[in-house]
């Protein structure tokens, strides 16, 4: 009966230290996914900076660009305004598109 009794201490160390190299395992791999987690956490906050500075940039060009048209538009009313006022009479604006009459 020594070999049986031997035989189960040793199958009881066996089954102890798969437990514990398992546990180990899993650990690493628990510590693995928080570092991965930490990596996409960190991705994530540097793209939402990305895109809130970007919106920023893309909201200040619009600014600008309604700025010029205003410009442009005054500039252009003050223009007819004062040829106007002098009596120069202004061509009539084309339009960009043309009909087959007018292509002859």
Known sequence: MGT?????RNLAADITSSRDERH?????IGEEVDALRGEIRSGC??????????QGDVRKMCRDI????????RAWQEG???SARSGVKTAPARHARTTSKHRK
Do not use: F, N, Y
Request: charged content about 30%.
């Open 4 to 8: 049986l009794t031997e035989q189960m």
């Open 66 to 73: 309604r700025g010029d048209l205003r410009g442009a538009r």
């Open 24 to 28: 180990a395992w899993l650990g690493a």
């Open 80 to 82: 007819i305004a004062a």
């Open 45 to 54: 906050r540097e793209r939402r900076s990305w895109v809130k500075s970007l």
